[in-house]
């Protein structure tokens, strides 16, 4: 797993063509055999034609080396058994981590964005989004679909006008909940991919009853794989090809920078509607499930792709529980916002990224917020966008780091935040590191890195500086901030997985760790290494551990960590295992 290949680009040409395949992989394949490349991660296989059948093909020219797919997994949905890959590149990761972590403030926080005035529904959000870009960014996708779909219609015995099956083929598009529908020619449909075709046509229903004949029409024919109809067959294809266009553009470019109630939660395969059911059993739960079914796939907290870096969510689920903080800071950034005419749904983006980035210069502040706002598309774009109303979100950017009273609240907040800061940092990050799954560190993550979305998380890693703060930490210096707590918890993580690759393998076990409090989270790998962190640790540190316990498997163990000693099996004090750091990394001594 030392070396992967990032196949990207593949994806724009026809791998499923034989001379395709062998002209593009060539080269890759060329240098697996010569032991240079390990692995390879495979990104947005959903817009292949054929996702199975290529990663079938890969398996066999590379023997069955270690793959994982850039794949966003939606709710509930797995990868589909059939495909030949250890597993995801870890979106679903951040996303179960989050809803683990995320503190249950969510009336409140609602409460607040629906007094901006924005749309306070995720669900009309994305359904406007979704329309948004097949209106304007898919069009040309859209009536090609049009095209073949009238074609096949018509090959069928169906007449059916363009326009009632564009707008039902909207109506579908915009209702889709998953990138791929998984349908392959030749073959019968899968249950799940009925289900899923079936869902969209009743939304659209539900929503145009007009539309009811070529809804219809529409539903068998993308549902007919064993079509021999040239039109119908590309159908099929190319419908699934645009439903994963639909929700990156809808979803995680339109939606993710609209909906601002708690950006946190904004992330690439990531569920902004977890603030609603803070619990961490979605986490036991998908690992669980990743310890089973891929157990070396992927797992990550921050990629060259996430909206914005590991360390920045971790310091907006920590402010997020400091409500008090939290309104009066908004509170100094809605009034610049007004006197500035910019509207308060994108103020309440600024606020959060000044405090999730804190400190940061008022070039990338600005820069990101030049993106973001033409992401939204609602009031700028990146074609025919309005400059005067740019201007007035960057002059707002730079009034917040301007010397005067908002820098000034904000940098007293952030620093008084910064013991839950820690907590969720830490907690985050070795819990990412110890879950089933391959863990993957994005460049510069060892510490903290408090980057935006790209390019700023392209910027140059300074790892002579991580190297340097390494040794003096392995020589036994005392730790002196977070990004030494981070890099410490960071390294003796990675060190024990290659000590230990048994025990974190293919046929390594997964058990979450009962506890008393709702503080702390846990579990234990093969029955052996218990990993401990803390949730909500800006009330836990209000309340004290007051006589909370975690139930550890019955022998000695010792806190990889801290050296602090062993703790006996069974009902372990909370107190005590977190009395120098809010994450533990207990090792089971031998008999």
């Keep these: ?88 590149t870890g979106y679903d990761a951040i996303r179960a981590l989050s809803d683990a972590l995320v503190p249950p403030v969510g009336a409140a926080l609602d409460e607040l964005w629906r007094k901006t005035g924005a749309e306070a529904s995720l669900a009309t959000t994305e359904l406007e989004a979704k329309r948004h870009v097949l209106d304007v960014l898919l069009k040309p996708e859209l009536r090609r679909l049009v095209r073949r779909a009238a074609s096949a219609a018509a090959e069928a015995g169906h007449v059916v006008r363009d326009a009632d099956l564009e707008a039902a083929l909207t109506e579908m598009l915009v209702r889709v909940r998953t990138y791929r529908a998984y349908i392959r020619l030749d073959e019968p449909p899968r249950d799940d991919a009925v289900n899923a075709i079936e869902e969209m046509r009743a939304g659209a229903q539900r929503a145009r009853p007009d539309l009811a004949r070529p809804l219809a029409v529409l539903r068998d024919l993308l549902l007919d794989s064993t079509t021999s109809s040239e039109a119908g067959r590309d159908l099929v294809v190319r419908f699934q090809q645009v439903c994963g266009p639909v929700m990156a553009k809808g979803v995680e470019d339109t939606t993710f920078y609209r909906f601002n109630r708690l950006i946190a939660l904004n992330e690439v395969g990531g569920d902004p509607g977890a603030l609603e059911r803070p619990d961490d059993r ?104 309005d400059e005067e109303y740019e201007r007035q979100v960057l002059e707002l950017a730079a009034r917040c780091l301007a010397e005067g009273e908002i820098a000034t609240a904000a ?44 390019p700023d998380n392209r910027r140059p890693v300074d790892y002579a500086e991580r190297l340097r703060r390494l040794e003096r930490l392995d020589s036994g210096a005392t730790r002196r901030d977070l990004d030494d707590d981070k890099l410490w918890v960071t390294s003796t993580a990675l060190r024990l997985r290659r000590q230990r690759p048994e025990q974190f393998g293919a046929a390594a076990t997964y058990r979450r760790l009962p506890t008393t409090s709702r503080h702390a989270i846990g579990f234990v790998r093969s029955e052996q290494i218990a990993v401990l962190g803390t949730r909500w640790p800006a009330a836990q540190s209000r309340s004290g551990w007051a006589g909370a316990t975690v139930s550890l498997p019955d022998g000695a163990w010792t806190d990889l960590l801290t050296g602090s000693g062993v703790v006996g099996g069974g009902a372990a004090a909370c107190e005590g295992l977190f009395a120098e750091l809010p994450v533990a990394l207990l090792v089971r001594e031998a008999e």
């Design 411 to 454: 940098g007293a907040w952030v620093t008084q935040l910064q013991p839950a800061i820690r907590g969720v940092t830490l907690t985050s990050k070795l819990l990412q590191l110890m879950l089933p799954g391959v863990p993957d560190v994005y460049q510069g993550c060892e510490t903290v890195e408090r980057s935006l979305v790209d």
């Design 1 to 88: 797993y030392r070396r992967f290949f990032d196949v990207d680009t593949l994806v724009a040409v026809r791998v499923e063509l034989d001379h395709v395949f062998d002209a593009t992989h060539a080269l890759l394949l060329r240098l697996h055999h010569r032991g240079v490349i390990d692995g390879f991660r495979i990104d947005h296989p959903d817009g292949l034609a054929d996702p199975q059948g290529y990663l079938a093909r890969l398996r066999d020219a590379t023997d069955g080396a270690w793959v994982v797919v850039e794949k966003i997994l939606e709710g509930d949905e797995a990868l589909p058994a059939e495909w030949a890959t250890a597993g995801t």
């Design 282 to 385: 979605a986490l036991h739960a998908w690992a669980e499930r990743q310890s089973l079914t891929t157990p070396t796939g992927m797992t990550t907290l921050s990629t060259h792709d996430t909206k914005r870096g590991e360390d920045v969510r971790a310091a907006l689920l920590a402010a997020a529980e400091d409500l008090d903080g939290w309104r009066s800071l908004w509170t100094l950034v809605r009034k610049a916002a007004a006197e500035l005419s910019v509207d308060e749904p994108t103020a309440y983006l600024v606020m959060q990224t000044l405090v999730g980035t804190w400190p940061i210069t008022v070039d990338r502040l600005g820069d990101y917020l030049e993106k973001a706002v033409r992401e939204a598309k609602q009031h700028t774009a990146w074609t025919d966008g």
